[in-house]
């Protein structure tokens, strides 16, 4: 083709019959246009036009000026060609070409020299296979015009795009299936379930072919659909899932805005209804006395036996079947003989004894068992209460029991000095079966080992089997065993305490040993000793005690007892009439055991805190020695001792005694009082030696003083001589006393010497 003389560069040439016939026009248009600059020559294409007018264009394709000569459009081209021929794509054609077969046109890129040919002498392009836009939508080449003989290139190089047109032939797809969705019973209309979309392959941007509609093909009386989102939303308020769980329903999708001719696709979903607390529970037996629910337990049953098991069904799953239950039991049934559980697995009612059965009492029991639901929706609270009643009849059956006490345990009391065979008391117990056999009685010899009760086998007495002692057992208990004359399996058992009741049958005993010691000058009246007493006879400590002295006791006068009902006075009346001190030579035959001796100190032991040359008798002390440990012989002692008090025959005569008789109910303590003045009066006279056989005097100087203990109950000085010359040595203090003994001392030596 020639190039055109205004230089304006490339024209798109139409393949088509009718787009040539306009050519001659054209042409005339273009040469009553002012000529351009003068430029070399053009390459342009002609290509198939866009089959469908005003279809949108990409802008880069459009019609425009390229490099140098290059001009030239995009191709189309029909996909799914089935023709038997090449298919006709467009040309190429350089506006430097002469038609004399000089220009060599090549094409490269993709498809080129497969998909695509071009002739190289007319620059024609044919597709050579089937193309499917939805596998691949467009192809860029690039196309060349070279020198044949020199295989110079003629023009630049440029691209092209070779567009595959589509045609509606790919149906909607659903690509997300299976669908299942769900909703729940008695949801109002509309309510959406879920969403579905179907894709279509075909150019959405060209025509309609990508277009969908959503529409119900099968389940439209229970669930629609939205055509243009795939909406699916319920078409009924009254969805039971109870009369039909689960929905089939058909969504087809269609191209074409669902014109005629288009294509189209559809998918199945599942539609689940879901459980919501609708239906109340209900017990399969009705409330009626013919169809109420009966149960057979023995009488003897323990406490947590089941009884039975009864459930209330109920149409709802999940946690809406939950429920419990509760007993209404009538009148006359005795209140609360059983109770009832739920088992949380099966939702059954467990029926349990709560309290002992007695068939001879009350052999039937009638309850109403109630169920209702855990949880209640209350959106559904206008379709009825959510709970069922039913009666339940349980049956006791008779079983032999053993006899029973009446009471099972009691008190009985007997005296401690009841005879052999004296009755207790009296046990009963009978037969509680309708038979009544009758009863045999026996003690339980394991808690009476000693056999002390024994009991009629008959008629339940007891009495006694051997004699009783309160202080020795005040307390026995004791089991008693009743059993069937003549089914001694049978067996039951009561316990029984047995209290001994006191009679004053003891004697009032010494609370301790006493042993009592005196001075021999005590003045008559001075308190020797204290004697309490006790008694093993009830009332513990509140006895009342009368003294007096045994019948012996007149003949000897130096004693008299003072009865103040829990104490017993010694009153010592012995005088000494001579106050001569022993020779000396006596000392070596006297015993510190001669006499018991309390100083109101230390005791008979504490030998240093007196001095017993203080001790010797005015009367002839030989006549003592056999005194209280039986020394060698003599004149009144006997060979290996005698008693411990001397001869009445050989005691002086001045003796005193308080006179016997009722004890006055105010004492006369003077005799006391003279006693202490006496002794007082001996120590002051006597200042050779501390003061014995009187009140002393304890002082403790402290550790770190050298006189420590001033006690006149222990001294550092011992033996029968007295030496205070120790006394110098404790210091400023004592310096007085030690010259005041010291003093003394020397005058003693003077006059032995």
């Known amino acids: 083709m020639r190039p055109l003389p205004d230089g304006r560069g490339l024209r798109v040439g139409v393949a088509l019959s009718p787009a040539l016939l306009l050519l001659p026009l054209l042409l005339l248009l273009l040469l009553l246009l002012p000529p351009p ?62 038609g004399d077969g000089a220009i060599k046109y090549t094409i490269s890129g993709e498809g080129a020299g497969t998909i695509f040919l071009i002739d190289e002498l007319t620059g024609d392009i ?51 299936g299976p669908y299942i969705g769900s909703v729940a019973e008695l949801s109002p209309t509309g309510t959406s379930v879920m969403q579905v979309m179907a894709s279509d392959a075909d150019d959405p941007t060209y025509g309609s072919s990508a277009r969908l509609v959503y529409s119900v093909l099968d389940g439209e009386h229970h669930f629609t659909v939205d055509p243009k989102t795939g909406v699916i939303r319920t078409a009924v308020p009254d969805l039971d899932r109870e009369s039909q769980e689960r929905y089939e329903v058909v969504i087809q999708a269609t191209d074409m805005a669902g014109q005629l001719g288009g294509l189209s696709g559809s998918t199945t979903v599942t539609i689940v209804v879901t459980d919501v607390n609708d239906n109340p529970p209900r017990f399969p037996q009705t409330v009626s006395p013919t169809e109420m629910y009966q149960f057979s337990i023995q009488e003897s049953a323990p406490i947590g036996t089941a009884v039975g098991r009864v459930k209330a069904e109920d149409s709802d799953v999940g946690e809406n079947t939950d429920m419990t239950y509760h007993l209404k039991e009538e009148s006359g049934s005795g209140g ?59 049956a006791v059956t008779d079983v032999d029991e053993p ?129 309490s007493v006790v008694d093993r006879d009830e009332p513990q400590g509140g006895h009342r005690f009368y003294f007096r002295l045994v019948p012996e006791a007149p003949s000897n006068p130096h004693f008299s007892l003072l009865d103040i009902q829990v104490l017993v006075l010694l009153i010592l009346t012995l005088r000494r009439h001579h106050k001569s001190h022993l020779s000396s030579e006596e000392d070596e035959d006297m015993r510190d055991n001669v006499i018991k001796y309390n100083d109101e100190g230390g005791g008979e032991q504490d030998t240093e805190a007196y001095d017993m040359s203080a001790l010797r008798s005015l009367y002839d002390f030989g006549e003592l020695k056999g005194g209280d440990g039986g020394g060698g012989g003599g004149p009144g002692g006997g060979p290996g001792g005698g008693s411990g008090s001397p001869p009445p025959s050989r005691l002086p005569s001045e003796r005193h005694s308080l006179p016997q008789g009722p004890p006055s109910p105010e004492p006369d303590f003077s005799v006391f009082r003279d006693f202490i003045s006496r002794k007082v009066a001996l120590a002051d006279g006597d200042l050779s030696v501390p003061p014995y056989d009187a009140f002393q005097t304890y002082a403790f100087e402290g550790a770190d003083s050298p006189a420590g203990s001033l006690s006149s109950l222990h001294s550092g000085s011992s033996g029968s001589e007295q030496d205070f010359a120790y006394l110098s040595s404790w210091g400023p203090r004592f310096r007085p006393l030690a010259a005041l003994y010291a003093g003394h001392r020397a005058d003693d030596e003077a006059q032995a010497s």
């Open 126 to 176: 044919h597709a050579m296979e089937r193309l499917d836009r939805e596998q691949k939508t467009f192809y860029t080449l690039r196309a060349q015009a070279r020198d044949r003989a020199t295989n110079r290139l003629l023009e630049p190089e440029s691209e092209f795009i070779i567009k595959v047109q589509d045609i509606n032939d790919s149906e909607p797809r659903f690509l997300h």
């Open 37 to 98: 600059p003068p430029l070399l020559g053009r390459l342009w294409a002609a290509g198939t036009p866009a089959p469908a007018p005003g279809a949108r264009q990409d802008s880069a394709l459009g019609v425009g000026r390229v490099k140098r000569g290059w001009v030239w459009n995009q191709f189309f081209v029909v996909e799914e060609y089935t023709g038997t021929e090449p298919l006709y794509v467009g040309k190429i054609h350089s506006d430097s070409d002469e």
């Open 403 to 531: 006899p029973e006490f009446r009471p099972p345990s009691g008190l009985l009391e007997v005296q401690e000095d009841a005879q052999v065979g004296s009755l207790v008391g009296v046990v009963t117990a009978r037969d509680p079966d309708a038979a009544n056999r009758p009863v045999r009685y026996a003690i339980d010899r394991d808690s009476d080992l000693d056999q002390i009760f024994d009991i009629d086998a008959d008629t339940g007495a007891i009495v006694t089997g051997k004699g009783l002692d309160r202080e020795t057992a005040g307390w026995h208990n004791i089991t008693v065993l009743a059993m069937e004359a003549d089914n001694h399996a049978q067996l039951s058992r009561a316990s029984l305490r047995i209290r001994i009741l006191d009679v004053n049958d003891n004697p009032p005993e010494l609370a301790t040993p006493y042993e009592a010691a005196v001075c021999e000058d005590a003045k008559p009246g001075q308190l020797i000793q204290t004697i």
């Open 336 to 394: 609360h003989v059983f109770k009832v559980t739920t088992d949380s697995d099966t939702q059954e009612a467990i029926i349990v004894v709560q309290k002992s059965l007695d068939f001879e009492s009350q052999p039937v029991h009638t309850v109403v068992l109630e169920a209702l639901n855990k949880f209640v929706d209350p959106r559904f609270a206008d379709l009825g209460t959510f709970r069922d009643q039913a009666i339940v009849r349980v």
